[in-house]
């Protein structure tokens, strides 16, 4: 599932009037290049969360032939990142659920993470990367197994050296249990800490370079710059 409901207001009059899902990184948009990411891990079917300029992106994906069959869900208002989750909960298959933020450009495959998490006891996998300050970002605090200890949410008390939250889970089915349908709610700092104050585990997976969040015009010029350059490819599994 690709979480694209998100309003783009740190984007200012490009995220007003352009769903984040649909803004141009190096000539395509970034939904194109999520689609091609996830068929070239052997995805077949994707289910989108929309709300912001919903319309938008159903127009896009009956005009353009996806690589992978497309659902789109409409939320009212919205949700969170569990709330969307949760309120596409029918449309989804059944099984461990492979979830990605929409707004974040990811450069290497994680066919390895799903392995690991169906080989492991855990409710939950997220993937992160290392990151040299922590502002504006989620803190993931790890053991050395990689096991998941605490999460810190953005405007935490944290900063320097850390591991990030990069946006991409895979979920046992029944971490949505505890999601209100219909309710607000967000992985980070609702689900997660509550799976771990519950004994639950939840295992980390490191990504051998950072995803890059292109919901800021900062990041927006950093991935169309690296896209550009060749030097980060979404979709290009193996490269």
């Not at 999601?179 to 004994?199: N, Q």
């Amino acid at each position: 599932m690709i979480l694209a409901a998100g309003l783009g207001t740190r984007l200012g009059a490009l995220g007003a009037a352009t769903p984040k899902i649909l803004i141009d990184v190096g000539g395509r948009p970034l939904l194109a290049r999520h689609l091609d990411y996830l068929a070239a891990m052997g995805v077949d079917r994707v289910v989108i969360n929309l709300h912001h300029h919903a319309d938008q992106v159903e127009a896009y994906i009956t005009s353009h032939n996806a690589p992978v069959e497309v659902t789109c869900v409409r939320e009212v208002s919205l949700l969170g990142t569990a709330g969307g989750v949760r309120n596409a909960l029918d449309e989804l298959t059944p099984g461990p659920l492979l979830v990605i933020y929409g707004d974040v450009l990811f450069p290497d495959p994680v066919d390895v993470m799903l392995e690991q998490h169906r080989s492991t006891d855990a409710a939950a996998t997220i993937a992160v990367h290392g990151a040299a300050s922590t502002t504006g970002k989620g803190v993931v605090e790890v053991a050395g197994s990689g096991r998941v200890l605490r999460f810190v949410e953005k405007g935490g008390k944290t900063d320097g050296p850390a591991l990030i939250n990069s946006g991409i889970y895979v979920l046992n089915e029944s971490v949505l249990d505890g999601v209100a349908g219909g309710g607000f709610s967000d992985f980070g700092s609702d689900i997660f800490p509550a799976l771990l104050a519950e004994g639950k585990i939840i295992w980390s997976y490191r990504l051998p370079r950072p995803v890059i969040d292109i919901g800021t015009p900062e990041g927006l010029a950093l991935a169309r710059e690296v896209v550009l350059a060749g030097a980060q490819e979404v979709g290009e599994v193996g490269r």
